[in-house]
């Protein structure tokens, strides 16, 4: 089935460093969301974009809905330890009384002290 | 907590069974969307139900089935399981299951249940 290309598969970083990860579809979406998920749970969003182009924040998160609407970016700045799970893209389209989402491959991100 | 309660939470069982995975959406919420996640895999979209009815149709296969009921818990059932059908499977919920302004397609995820197929 379709799924969103996210890169990197995984990242292992320093407590206190940036993180960028990103996600690139063949496919324009109307919507574009970030989740996380900690071990053993299931994911929680994070963050929700709208419109091509929107730059929005949440805390130390911040993410893009690309111009294309075939992409989007997330940024993590100073990473702490809590930050650990896997992270994911998602693309929603809706067509009629359907809302379909599909979601990105995940980032792994590890943090280390 | 999201509000979403799966059950079993693990479960395992043989090749060739049969099993029900069951969900019970947050209060209010008239969608439930089912998705599997096996290991190191992302998720896949399984299917969705607004309000009893089917609305959106992913990578199910023929041996999978779910439903609705009219107290909005969803049931997803899995037959003639084959190794490859050991994974997590996801139910989420959301207010909004139409096209309308302002749907975020936020989605309310529940813990998982856990199948290990042997």
């Known amino acids: 089935g379709q799924q969103l290309n996210q890169s990197p598969q995984s990242m292992f970083i320093q407590e206190g460093e940036d993180v960028s990860m990103n996600c690139t579809s063949s496919?324009?979406?109307?919507?574009w969301l970030w989740y996380k998920q900690d071990p053993g749970e299931g994911p929680v969003l994070l963050i929700a974009?709208?419109?091509?182009?929107e730059l929005t924040s949440n805390g130390r998160l911040t993410a893009q809905f690309g111009i294309t609407r075939k992409d989007s970016f997330l940024n993590i700045s100073a990473s702490i330890p809590s930050d650990v799970g896997i992270y994911f893209c998602?693309?929603?389209?809706?067509?009629?009384?359907?809302?379909?989402?599909?979601f990105g491959t995940g980032t792994r991100l590890q943090v280390t002290l | 907590d999201s509000g979403v309660t799966q059950t079993p939470k693990h479960l395992i069982t043989a090749t060739g069974q049969r099993v029900t995975l069951r969900c019970s959406p947050r209060?209010?919420?008239?969608?439930v969307y089912w998705y599997q996640q096996s290991l190191d895999q992302g998720l896949q979209f399984l299917i969705q139900?607004?309000?009893?009815?089917?609305?959106a149709k992913g990578n199910i296969l023929e041996r999978f089935s779910a439903q609705q009921f009219p107290d909005l818990h969803s049931e997803l059932n899995l037959s003639s399981l084959e190794l490859g059908d050991s994974a997590l499977y996801f139910c989420?919920?959301?207010?909004?299951?139409?096209?309308?302004?302002?749907?975020?397609?936020?989605?309310?995820f529940g813990e998982g249940s856990r199948l290990t197929v042997l």
């Open positions: 989420a919920s959301s207010s909004r299951g139409l096209a309308l302004l302002g749907n975020t397609g936020e989605l309310f």
């Open positions: 496919s324009i979406f109307n919507t």
């Open positions: 974009l709208y419109k091509a182009g």
């Open positions: 998602a693309g929603q389209v809706r067509t009629g009384t359907a809302s379909k989402l599909t």
């Open positions: 209060s209010g919420d008239l969608s």
């Open positions: 139900y607004y309000n009893g009815e089917e609305r």
